[in-house]
């Protein structure tokens, strides 16, 4: 797999894995109320609703993108506006990135699991990236299975570490009764960089020519 296709694709992973949204409110506030590791189950979901997204579109939008070069372009630029419209709302946002209502939260691993299993399914944020993102990072000149299988590792490897950070702030949070400064640093960080990968994608030469 291309070294450089890769990493691009790591660090737009883990960008907008990192982007608080409706996920990162839900583990964090489960780290918050449970203050254990049973919010890693939580976590899991979310992990296992983005694996499943990448299994059911990998496949078919790659046999897309080998058939045709101007269905790539057109996913391409879909893919950069998205980026510089995701970093630009969450860059100027002045909602706070997450708030915890006080809340408890219930405990058992099913609930914790399905709750974020089910929060991720409906996350648009999710969606577009599997629609509009993908499809760049797969090379159709190397072996698909290949790419397939080390993006869906480092997608669910990035989901477990981003989203069990987000939990142990919540939890950080709720014991030092802090605000959400940290996660808001985070959150304009990461505007800036998605800008920044979405301008870099633009300039990526196309793989079908």
């Known amino acids: 797999m291309n070294i450089e296709y890769y990493s691009i694709f790591l660090i737009t992973t883990l960008l907008l894995v990192m982007v608080p949204g409706p996920s990162a409110m839900v583990v964090s506030a489960q780290g918050a109320s449970l203050q254990s590791k049973k919010a890693f189950f939580g976590v899991l979901g979310i992990a296992t609703a983005d694996i ?86 797969i090379d159709p000149h190397e072996p698909l299975m290949q790419q397939i299988l080390i993006m869906g590792f480092s997608l669910f490897l990035a ?31 990461a505007g800036s960089a998605l800008i920044y990968t979405g301008v870099k994608m633009a300039l990526l030469e196309n793989r079908q020519a």
């Not at 893919?79 to 939260?105: E, M, N, Q």
């Not at 991720?120 to 599997?130: E, H």
Request: charged share 15%.
């Open 159 to 189: 989901d477990l570490l981003v989203y069990s950070a987000y939990a142990l702030m919540g939890a950080y949070l709720a014991k030092r009764q802090l605000n959400g400064r940290a996660v808001n640093l985070i959150n304009k960080t």
């Open 52 to 137: 499943a997204f990448f299994a059911l579109s990998a496949t078919g939008i790659a046999t897309l993108i080998i058939a045709s070069s101007t269905l790539f372009a057109v996913i391409k630029w879909l893919g950069v506006l998205f980026l510089l419209y995701l970093g630009l709302s969450v860059l100027f946002s002045k909602t706070p990135a997450i708030r915890f209502d006080g809340g408890k939260t219930d405990g058992r691993i099913i609930r914790l699991f399905s709750r974020g299993l089910i929060i991720q399914f409906a996350n648009p944020k999710a969606l577009m990236y599997f629609s509009a993102l993908l499809p760049q990072f």
